[in-house]
């Protein structure tokens, strides 16, 4: 069983950089596509980034490339996103997610993760 659990945001400046992670206390998160999503207030849940069980294949959403990496480290259960550049409009909860779906063209959908954390905030200062 997978249980999520975020760490590492908080409030940090315009241009600064923040890592989160993500640590499956379940130890099964290895097996599973896992992504990181966004929710800013008054906003859907939104498409961050995602990573394959082995750490091989990466996707993310086009205002983060250059700025933001995913990555694993699976002897630790551990999913992390890095954080550079950031900016006032990164602003939000992030939440990990993990499925046990390996089809990179769904790594967008939201609704293909079927275990998720309960965030952790972001806020960035202009």
């Known amino acids: 069983q997978v249980r999520l659990a975020e760490s590492g945001g908080g409030l940090v400046q315009a241009g600064g950089s923040l890592r989160l992670s993500c640590v499956d206390s379940g130890r099964t998160v290895r097996l599973y596509t896992t992504g990181w999503f966004l929710r800013a207030p008054g906003k859907e849940r939104e498409f961050v980034a995602a990573i394959n069980w082995s750490g091989t294949n990466t996707d993310y959403t086009d205002p983060v490339r250059g700025r933001f990496t995913i990555s694993r480290d699976n002897a630790k259960n551990t999913v992390y996103l890095q954080m550079t550049s950031l900016e006032p409009e990164d602003t939000a909860v992030y939440y990990c997610?993990?499925?046990?779906?390996?089809?990179?063209?769904?790594?967008?959908?939201?609704?293909?993760?079927?275990?998720w954390g309960q965030g952790t905030q972001v806020t960035v200062s202009s």
């Open positions: 997610a993990a499925r046990p779906i390996y089809d990179s063209r769904t790594y967008f959908d939201r609704r293909t993760y079927d275990s």
